[in-house]
């Protein structure tokens, strides 16, 4: 999932794109924090966030913006600022926390309000605050919800592997088939998480052409964006997550445990494959680090450059593919020079 301009190439302005928004989201957030009255609020989210998005347009979406603005009221004259609320205000990546309660973010039931279905599982909680100025991190939200759906297929299917190994041996199989289900019926929320994502990406977006007619401050004003659902390989995914987190300040906290680390061993199977892996091995941590960005970068363009695409870097990964040799002198020069340097 891309951000980008019509009309201009998106792999080349979605990084531009981000990091206007991210100025935008710090001086929405902080105004927002700051704000003293319900009507400076209203007045920073017109024209620093750029509107307000609920998680539903429908009935549910209004009575999730009426109890968003509750909360605030309440939060405002018991505190006297968002920022005072005690632990639970927070500004994510993907939009705001005025101090809501996880446990009970979910939809109505009877009487009482369901919690969500885990800890920050912000795309359908009632009270989140978002909207345009958040874009970029909703996008990078989406993205991060779609890599754990596919982790979460593979989880199931190792244990589907599990079970049919206990089947053949004659093994009772009712522990792993109960957490088969269990992880069926978590990504079954992670899904409905996305799909809430994806609506209020759209609906920022609208806001966002709508604000190009007016006088909106946006950093993107006057020129038309949308986004695009584009299929991609695992591996390019992972990077551009990785990527955007260095740009949105505080986003590094919400990617998930060793996703960086899973694009670091695929990107270093690809180097081995093309002789190169000694060089990766003898630079220090941070110079590593710089290696692999930027070759997770040159993956990313040779996926949109090349037909093949995703089939493109599964033979990278596997070694029927080998990396231009244009691409390959900076780093097959530098190991030349570590075994010269080290006989």
């Not at 890599?147 to 206990?166: D, T, V």
């Not at 996703?259 to 081995?272: G, N, P, Q």
Request: proline share 3%; hydrophobic share 35%; charged share 25%.
């Amino acid at each position: 999932m891309t951000l980008y301009y019509e009309a201009i190439d998106n792999a080349k302005t979605h990084q531009a794109i981000a990091t206007a928004l991210e100025g935008r989201r710090h001086a929405a957030a902080n105004a927002i924090a700051n704000a003293t009255s319900e009507e400076e609020i209203d007045e920073k989210i017109s024209q620093l966030l750029g509107g307000a998005i609920t998680p539903k347009s429908s009935e549910a979406g209004a009575q999730a913006s009426r109890d968003l603005n509750e909360l605030i009221s309440e939060n405002l004259a018991k505190y006297g600022r968002l920022q005072n609320v005690p632990s639970s205000f927070s500004v994510f990546a993907h939009g705001i926390c005025p101090g809501g309660n996880c446990n009970q973010g979910g939809e109505r039931k009877g009487r009482v309000f369901t919690p969500v279905h885990r800890d920050k599982a912000c795309s359908r909680c009632r009270f989140r605050l978002t909207g345009p100025a958040f874009l970029a991190g909703l996008t990078m939200n989406a993205n991060i919800l779609i890599s754990e759906i596919s982790a979460s297929a593979e989880k199931e299917r190792n244990l589907n592997k599990e079970i049919l190994e206990h089947e053949d041996a004659d093994m009772p199989t009712t522990i792993l088939e109960t957490r088969v289900n269990q992880e069926i019926s978590f990504r079954d929320e992670l899904w409905a998480d996305w799909a809430a994502e994806v609506t209020t990406i759209q609906e920022c977006i609208t806001k966002t052409k709508e604000s190009c007619e007016g006088s909106s401050t946006l950093p993107i004003e006057h020129v038309s964006i949308g986004f695009s659902l584009t299929e991609k390989h695992h591996l390019s995914m992972l990077h551009t997550i990785c990527q955007n987190s260095k740009i949105i300040l505080g986003s590094s906290m919400d990617v998930p445990t060793g996703l960086k680390e899973r694009r670091d061993s695929m990107l270093f199977d690809i180097v081995a494959n093309n002789n190169a892996e000694t060089y990766l091995v003898r630079l220090d941590k941070k110079e590593r680090e710089k290696a692999f960005d930027a070759l997770g970068d040159m993956i990313n363009e040779l996926e949109n450059k090349t037909p093949e695409g995703a089939d493109f870097i599964d033979r990278l990964l596997k070694g029927d593919e080998k990396l231009p040799p244009s691409l390959l002198p900076s780093l097959t020069q530098r190991q030349a020079d570590l075994e010269v340097f080290n006989d």
